[in-house]
């Protein structure tokens, strides 16, 4: 499947050069990625996708989910936990004061 860079560029309303600009990368560069003349490397992926707040297989095109689940711990029962959002307690222990964001990366499903 064909990666999503152009497509979030435009829905986005931004040019080459402003993606470029923002991102720190060439704007022939960035032609190339997304006619996909040319592979970006896995720093250039986190890169574009931390840009666009999707998750890097999303960008790819290997994924059509978009959704972001992020690393959360509980200060109490200190397990760790998957969330979409904010969470109001921890599924385990059902605290709902120290919840803290976790320190991993994200993933998508």
Same mark, same amino acid.
């Given at each position: 499947?064909?990666?999503?860079?152009?497509?979030?560029? +435009?829905?986005?309303?931004?040019? +080459?050069?402003? *993606?470029?600009?923002a991102?720190? +990368?060439?704007?022939?560069? *960035?032609?190339r990625?997304?006619?996909?003349?040319?592979e @970006?490397?896995?720093?250039?992926?986190q890169? *574009?996708?931390?840009?666009?707040?999707?998750?890097?297989?999303? +960008?790819?095109?290997?994924?059509?989910?978009?959704?972001?689940y992020? *690393?959360?711990?509980?200060s109490?029962?200190?397990?760790?936990?998957?969330?979409?959002?904010?969470? /109001?307690?921890c @599924?385990?222990?059902?605290?709902t /004061?120290?919840?803290?964001?976790?320190?991993?990366k994200?993933?998508?499903?």
């Amino acid at each position: 499947m064909k990666n999503r860079i152009k497509e979030l560029r +435009l829905k986005n309303h931004l040019t +080459l050069q402003d *993606l470029g600009k923002a991102v720190g +990368l060439n704007c022939n560069t *960035l032609s190339r990625y997304e006619n996909e003349q040319r592979e @970006p490397k896995i720093e250039t992926w986190q890169k *574009l996708a931390d840009f666009f707040d999707v998750p890097i297989a999303y +960008l790819q095109g290997t994924t059509s989910y978009i959704k972001k689940y992020e *690393l959360w711990v509980c200060s109490r029962c200190e397990k760790h936990f998957f969330a979409t959002e904010e969470p /109001k307690h921890c @599924p385990y222990c059902g605290s709902t /004061k120290r919840l803290c964001y976790g320190t991993s990366k994200t993933i998508s499903f």
